[in-house]
């Protein structure tokens, strides 16, 4: 059901001439300057973790959909609870996650075409603690 709602949508952009590709904004311009500057993200974290969000961001972008990239299940995206909005963790290394936001509700989540990066956290313990903010 939610493939063919998806596919659906997909083809009515298609019929429309519309970009279908999921459009990536920032939480702020500091996380936007690290994530267009992966030589500058490369001074904050380790290459390692820099190689591994380059790969989670180019899928995500070559998505048409965000269910499109949750089917792929890569990275090990995890639903995030605790928070107002909807946001998903993708796996960086052991510890830390590139943290995401899709621009939708529960009903609309497989369809999504907008996604907010929040930044790079370690979530796990008593508190969060950035590495990309």
Not at 49 to 54: E, F, P
Not at 71 to 91: A, F, T, W
Request: charged share 30%; aromatic share 10%.
């Amino acid at each position: 059901m939610k493939t063919e709602l998806c596919n659906n949508i997909i083809n009515q952009k298609v019929n429309n001439e519309e970009n279908i590709l999921v459009e990536i904004t920032y939480a702020n311009n500091k996380v936007k300057k690290y994530f267009e500057d992966y030589n500058k993200m490369k001074r904050k974290i380790p290459y390692e973790w820099v190689r591994t969000i380059k790969k989670h961001m180019d899928r995500l972008t070559a998505a048409e959909c965000f269910g499109d990239f949750l089917k792929l299940g890569l990275g090990n995206p995890e639903r995030l609870e605790g928070y107002r909005q909807i946001r998903y963790s993708l796996h960086v290394a052991p510890n830390a996650r590139l943290i995401i936001e899709p621009d939708a509700d529960q009903k609309t989540i497989m369809i999504c075409t907008e996604i907010e990066v929040e930044g790079v956290s370690d979530y796990h313990g008593s508190k969060e603690n950035w590495y990309i903010p």
